[in-house]
DNA sequence: CTGAAAGCGCTTACAG
DNA sequence: CTGAAAGCGCTTACAG
C-alpha cells in the first residue's frame, strides 16, 4: 500500500495526496475528506524514509549509546531521555557498548548510516582514549555527551564533577572525625579515575591519616566477600563507594563483620539511586543529578534543532544527601 | 556527500560504487581498490533510508515498547535484548508507554512509519484492553510480546505464568506454617490482576485462615508508610509481593515496627531482581526469568527473519529462590 | 568488468 | 484547487 494505490482509490494524483497528508498547498475540502477517508480504510502509513529521502525531513530520530544500561544511573538518564525528548517528537535508538571502543565506532556508524539527528553518549567511558570516536561521530552530527567532558566543534557536554563530589563525601567524613578512610571502585573507566583522583588529593586536602583504596568486580557477591577482606584486616571508620550497588555490598559486608553502621563505620553510595532506599539502613549517598543533566541534554537538543542554539558546557551542582549510614 | 561525488572522484559509475560498497557483481580489483579508497578519504556513509527505498532491504531495526523502563524488570528485558539482537545485526528503537493507549497507538505508528522490521511489546499493561494496539500492529509488523498472552496471526508471546507462580509462594509459606498472608501490589495492570487472581485461588487451595491484599502508589516511602499502617493494625505473619521493590518497602516497614524477619514475618519479592540482594536481611524472591524470556525472543526473531519459522507461544519455568525473608 | 536507465515512495516547484 | 514531472540516494537488471 503505496501513495499510488490510494491516488488511485480516491481518483486523484500522488501529489494531491502528498498535499492531503501533509497539510501542505491548498487541496480542496470535498477532495481531502475523500482522501482521508481512503487512508483510514486501507490503513495506510506513509514511509518517513521515503519523506526523508525526498525531501531531506528528519527522522526525527536520536541515538543514545550508553556503557550498560543495567546500571542505574544510565537507566535513569536513558528513561529521562525518552520521556523528554518524546515530548518534542523525538524516537530513540539505544545501543549498549561497554568498554568496547570497536563498539562505539560500530554503533556511531550505524547510526550516521540510519540517518540518526544526533547522538547522545551518557558515560565516562567516552572521553580518555575513546574521545577520537565521538570527535569522527561530530563531523557527520551534532554530538551530546552526559557525564564526561570533551571538547570539539559540533560537541555539547553536561556532567558533575566527579573529583569535587568525592571531595565532598571526605570533607563530611571529617567533619564527622572520620580519619580511616577506604574508597571501593568497580571499573577503571575515565569517571572512576576522577573520583580517584578527587579522592586522593581531598585526603591530602583534609590530611586524613589513613586511607586505602580497592578495586573490585562486578559480581555483587564477590564484591562484598573483597570489601569484607579488607574492613576484617584493615581499620576502617568509612568507606565511600563509587556507586550504590557497592556500597550495598559494603553494608553486607558489615553486617556479616556485626560491624556497626553508622556507629562504627560510615558508609557512603553515589548516584543516589533507588538502592539507596532498598537498604537497611538506608543509603547515604551522593547525588549528582543525572536527571537533570538528562532533562537538561534533552531541551538543549530540541533548541539545537529549533532555534540553532546549544550550549556547549553545562555543568550541574551536587549534594550529599545524608540518611543513615 | 553521496555516491555521485564517490562516483566523480573514483572516476566511474554509480553503479560500480553500488557494487564496490555492496560486495555484489563484478568490479575490477584496481577499480574497486580506488573507490574503497575515495570513500575512505571522503568519510562516506551509505545511506540505509535509500538503500532501504531502493531495493526494499530491511533496515534492521526492531521497535521495542515497554510500559517503563525505570522498572527493573523492564531494564532487564531490555538491556539483554539489546546485546542480544545486535548480535544478530539489529539496532532498536526504544519508547516506554506507560498505561496510556494513546501513548502505545503513538509508539506503534512510529515504528510502523520509521520503517521497524518487527515490534516487542514488554509488560502485562499490553493484554487485556490495550490489546487492540497489537492487533493493529501485527496488521503491518511481526509482533513479539514478553510477559503477556495475546493471541492473533503474526503474534509471539513468551511469557511466565504469574499465577501459579504466586501459587508458588503460597505454597512456601504454607510449608512454613504461615497462616495470615499479605499481598501487594502497586498497579492494576493485567499482569497484577493475574498475581492477584493466583494469590486468591491459592488461598482457597492452602485452606489459608487469614489473607488480605492491600494496592499501593508509586513512592517508594508511602508504600512502606501503607504497609507499616497495615502491619501495625493487622495480624500478619507473611507478605507476598508484587516485586522486590515493594518488598524492599516491606522490609523497611517491618524494621520500623520492630518486627523480626524471617522469625516473625516471611517476606517473599518478586522479580528477583538486584535490589532482592541490596537488602539485609536478602529477599527471598521469586525468579520468573525475564532474562530467559527475552533471550527466546531475541533468538526467535532472529530465526523468523532467517528461517521463517518462529514460535508463538512459549512458556518458562520459574523458581523460588529463597534467601533470608 | 562497466555504465545507462528505470525504479523504490515520497515532496515540491511549476504550470494550468 | 489539481496534476505532470523532476528529484532525493540508492540498487539492479540489462546491454555492451
Known sequence: MNIYD???????????????????????????????????????????????????APLKLVGIVCYNIEDMYYTKAVAVLERELSICGYDIILSCTGESRQQMQKSVDMLITKKADAIIFIGSVFAGKSESVIQNAAKHLPV????????????????????????????????????????????????SNKKLCGFNSAVREFCISNSSVIKCGADLNIISQ??????SENDTDSVICANDLLAAAALTAAAKLGIAVPEKLSVIGYNNSLIACCTSPRLTSLENNVQKLAEFTAKNINSYFTDGKAQTDYKTDFKLIIRET
Not at 573483597?226 to 574492613?231: A, E, F, G, N, S
Request: aromatic share 10%.
Open 144 to 191: 551530546f555527551i552526559i557525564n564526561a567532558q570533551v571538547y570539539g566543534k559540533n560537541i555539547h557536554c553536561a556532567y558533575c564533577d566527579e573529583s569535587l563530589t568525592i571531595r565532598e563525601c571526605v570533607k563530611h567524613l571529617f567533619n564527622l572525625g572520620r580519619q580511616k578512610l577506604l574508597f571501593v571502585y568497580d571499573v577503571d573507566t575515565y569517571g
Open 226 to 231: 573483597v570489601i569484607q577482606k579488607h574492613l
Open 6 to 56: 490510494i491516488a488511485k482509490k480516491a481518483g486523484v494524483s500522488i501529489a494531491t495526496v502528498s498535499r492531503a497528508i501533509n497539510n501542505s498547498g491548498y487541496v480542496g475540502k470535498a477532495t481531502r475528506q475523500k482522501i482521508l477517508t481512503v487512508i483510514q480504510d486501507e490503513n495506510y502509513y506513509p514511509s518517513r524514509t521515503a519523506q526523508n529521502l525526498s525531501n531531506g
